[in-house]
């Protein structure tokens, strides 16, 4: 029998479980196909992010910048199309994002500073970038003429060629295969002749293609964008990254660029559901932390867990033939 149907049917658990838990608390609200459009559709611009640093997170490389430079390429598109139009923001915005991309991903290699204190670094200079660029602007907007990406059906065109992308360079080119080696065990990757500093750059310029379809969207959507301060851009970094992990909890029956999708769905309705029941915003962020925290210990002691059920399991059957002879 085909595994296909079983790994389904796990994928869909969580997801699934999660929005009929919020279908008997709130059934009224969650009963409305309403709901469920706008929760899928809300998820589709985090997935895009966690698209952007996805190859980073799962290689042990932590990006904070990525809020920041999606925010400049946007800003950098936004200008671009009030002078030349849809195609001028595009290219304006997808080259901006690629050149960030670049210029992160080579410092890092350069200095070979950790990645954590360099981001954190790289943020705030890339933050002050943003306000230089906006000038005067302060926010920069949109002509709603060129927002269309943001709306059915394009938006779900942009999700599915970002997610094929995104598979592609995951799964079925070389660097995924020198991706993985790294991502398992750095200094094995060395030694076998993978050049890691080249592999880590790529995890960073890779990126950079979703960094701007993230900025594209992201001005589409809001139909303005204005630069931020004092690490504000970082806060947009911790709802794609929640459902990375998610997809990496889930990477044994799910394909990961199917899972952060599935884990920014499940995230979604977790939001909605406690703004449904009427739950504060600090509630939110702490229900939402602790369901990461117990999928994060389950995933990471399910060995431990299975052995001691299997040491239980033994010890009942030892126990019951001691008893019958």
Do not use: W
């Amino acid at each position: 029998m085909s595994k296909l149907p079983v790994r389904i049917l796990k994928t869909l658990i969580l997801p699934v479980g999660v929005y009929l838990v919020f279908l008997v608390i709130s059934f009224k609200r969650f009963s409305n196909f309403d709901m469920l459009y706008t929760i899928i559709v809300q998820s589709i611009v985090p997935t895009i992010y966690a698209y952007a640093i996805g190859y980073n997170i799962m290689s042990g490389v932590f990006d904070f910048t990525i809020g920041s430079r999606i925010i400049i390429s946007g800003v950098v598109g936004g200008i671009a199309a009030a002078r030349f139009g849809f195609v001028g923001m595009f290219i304006a915005a997808m080259a901006s994002a690629y050149l960030l991309a670049a210029l992160t991903g080579g410092l890092y290699r350069l200095l070979r500073i950790p990645a954590l204190v360099l981001t954190i670094g790289l943020t705030m200079i890339y933050e002050m970038l943003g306000k230089i660029i906006a000038g005067s602007f302060g926010f920069i907007r949109l002509d709603s003429k060129y927002g269309f990406l943001s709306k059915s059906p394009y938006i779900f065109i942009v999700l599915i060629v970002c997610a094929v992308v995104f598979y592609i360079f995951l799964d079925r080119t070389k660097f995924s295969f020198h991706f993985r080696a790294v991502a398992s065990n750095e200094v094995v990757a060395k030694n076998a002749g993978i050049n890691v500093d080249a592999v880590k750059f790529k995890t960073f310029f890779y990126g950079g293609f979703f960094a701007g379809v993230g900025a594209l969207l992201t001005l589409s959507q809001s139909g303005a964008i204005g630069f931020q301060s004092n690490l504000a851009s970082v806060s947009s970094v911790f709802k794609p990254m929640m459902g990375i992990l998610l997809a990496m909890v889930m990477q044994s029956f799910c394909n990961q660029t199917i899972g952060i999708f599935i884990g920014q769905f499940t995230l979604n309705t977790i939001f909605f559901g406690l703004i449904a029941v009427g739950m504060p915003d600090t509630f939110q962020n702490v229900v939402v932390g602790l369901f990461l925290l117990v999928l994060m210990f389950i995933s990471e002691n399910s060995n431990k867990i299975r052995a001691r059920r299997n040491l239980m399991k033994a010890a009942k059957s030892h126990a019951e033939q001691i008893v019958d002879g």
